[in-house]
């Protein structure tokens, strides 16, 4: 399960966003859907370091991954996610990408295939991505427009049967209506760094030793993070107060150490990490 972990692709129904394209002033129903969607990806990638500290689950490594032949033993290198974090899945640069418009953005992906950085799209290890409709092509992404956006720093949980509770796949739903609703992002080069490096840095252990950068503010990721949750359930409680529900379970996770999925895979498996984990997964199947 260390390197392993769920994409989720997320679309609003054409039916949805017509209705609110008719309010927008916008005159191209495929444009207006195309900023809506490059926003959205702006927006979440703003805030997306948030599922690092809520979703991680991979902080221990086979022995064998870092020391050839030696097996069953547990390593611990004090991320809370192994994929996500600073050794995991990430091109060796910080793809800068143009978020002005869809055509430029996808030609600002094909210029990193161009020069050879990358082969194709798919090899853009990059958290968020928009996404069209079908085969991931650029060209088709740039012909027909944005269909969906995929997260894609989603550990498997490992005390999930399917790898993901239904709780926590409402939340990331609530996570990108919620940045689908706020102000366009101007996603500049600075800001594009900056969120990356937040990204690696939410995947640490620590959620209190960690800190990051929140506008002009440097808080630990517990506290950052709480106070994002916060404002989720306050833009929910205007719509939906039943909503909030899903935001006070995320905010669980982080109210005292130990809560996490990281933390609870730290000390369930930390002395025996695959024998305890092949038979906990396998009893866990069973039942």
């Known amino acids: 399960m260390t390197f392993c972990g769920i994409h989720v692709n997320y679309s609003f129904s054409d039916e949805l966003l017509r209705a609110d394209f008719e309010l927008s002033g916008e005159k191209d129903f495929r444009e207006y859907k195309n900023k809506l969607y490059l926003s959205l990806a702006a927006n979440s990638l703003e805030n997306g370091w948030i599922i690092n500290v809520l979703f991680s689950a991979s902080p221990l490594v086979d022995s064998s991954l870092y020391n050839e032949g030696k097996t069953g033993g547990a390593l611990f290198y004090g991320d809370a996610s192994v994929r996500c974090g600073k050794n995991g899945y990430w091109n060796n640069f910080v793809p800068i990408l143009d978020y002005t418009d869809l055509s430029a953005y996808t030609e600002s992906v094909k210029k990193y295939i161009s020069d050879g950085a990358i082969s194709s799209a798919s090899e853009l290890y990059y958290p968020i991505r928009i996404k069209p409709k079908g085969e991931n092509d650029l060209d088709r992404l740039k012909n027909e427009g944005a269909n969906h956006i995929e997260l894609r720093n989603i550990d498997l949980n490992p005390f999930s049967f399917a790898g993901i509770t239904a ?5 990331l739903q609530l996570f990108l209506i919620y940045n689908a609703c706020l102000p366009t992002n101007e996603f500049t080069e600075e800001k594009q760094f900056t969120a990356v490096q937040r990204f690696k840095d939410s995947a640490r ?17 517990r506290v950052a993070a709480s106070e994002l949750l916060s404002r989720m359930g306050d833009f929910f409680e205007n719509i939906d107060p039943s909503l909030t529900k899903i935001t006070d379970l995320q905010k669980q996770k982080i ?25 906990y997964c396998i009893a866990r199947d069973k039942a």
Do not use: C, H, M, Q
């Open 167 to 171: 709780e926590d796949l409402t939340f």
């Open 205 to 221: 252990y620590d959620i209190d030793a960690t800190k990051i950068s929140v506008g002009n503010e440097t808080k630990s990721l």
């Open 255 to 279: 109210a005292k150490p130990g809560n996490r999925y990281a933390e609870r895979v730290f000390n369930t498996f930390s002395d025996n990490f695959v024998k305890k984990g092949l038979e």
